[in-house]
C-alpha cells in the first residue's frame, strides 16, 4: 500500500470520528434540552390550570 493511500485513509478514518463526536455531541444537547423544555411544559400546565381553578 502507498504513502498516499494510508495518508487518504487516515484522514478519512479522523473525518468518521470526528463525524461521530459531533453527532453524539448533538445529541446529548438535545436529550439536556429536551428535559427543560418538558419542566417549562409542566410549569405551565399547572399555571394554565390554577387560572382555570381561580375563575
Known amino acids: 500500500m502507498s504513502a498516499v493511500a494510508c495518508i487518504v485513509s487516515l484522514i478519512a478514518a479522523c473525518m468518521c470520528i470526528a463525524f461521530g463526536v459531533v453527532r453524539l455531541g448533538n445529541w446529548l444537547i438535545d436529550r439536556r434540552e429536551q428535559g427543560r423544555a418538558r419542566v417549562i411544559r409542566d ?8 387560572a382555570e381553578v381561580r375563575r
Not at 410549569?43 to 390554577?50: D, E, I, L, P
Open 43 to 50: 410549569a405551565a400546565f399547572v399555571a394554565q390550570a390554577s
